[in-house]
């Protein structure tokens, strides 16, 4: 079974930084996109990062570029988001998924709709 654990949320200062970790089993990680999402109280969830398994290649969304990166440890099965400059607008449930890769391109696997599996969700909540 494809299981994703998620962890690292937490309560941070604004300017702050948080890593979330996303634990990946039960697939083979190098055939894998695996991407980081949020859902923020009455929004809908949203793509914030992406990378493959298979090339290391990465995608983010235009909030979160040169705030955020994406990194994964494909000896550990695991995904990491490095974030910094945390701002309150970041406040959200985060949220890891995992989609076996299929389409040439990255950019492809920021839209949560492409996605299969999905892990529990970690609280990062961001004061001002």
């Known amino acids: 079974d494809v299981q994703l654990q998620a962890s690292g949320g937490g309560l941070v200062q604004a300017g702050g930084s948080l890593r979330l970790s996303c634990a990946a089993s039960?697939?083979?990680?190098?055939?894998?996109?695996i991407g980081w999402f949020r859902q923020a109280p009455g929004k809908q969830r949203e793509g914030v990062s992406c990378?493959?398994?298979?090339?290391?290649?990465?995608y983010y969304a235009d909030s979160v570029k040169g705030r955020f990166t994406i990194s994964s440890d494909n000896a550990k099965n695991t995904v990491y988001l490095q974030m910094n400059s945390l701002k309150p607008e970041d406040t959200a449930v985060y949220y890891c998924?995992?989609?076996?890769?299929?389409?040439?391109?990255?950019?492809?696997?920021?839209?949560?709709?492409?996605?299969?599996?999905w892990g529990q969700g970690t609280l990062v909540t961001v004061s001002s």
């Open positions: 039960g697939f083979t990680f190098d055939d894998y996109a």
């Open positions: 990378i493959s398994g298979f090339d290391g290649s990465t």
């Open positions: 998924a995992a989609q076996i890769l299929s389409h040439y391109s990255i950019s492809y696997y920021l839209l949560p709709v492409r996605y299969d599996y």
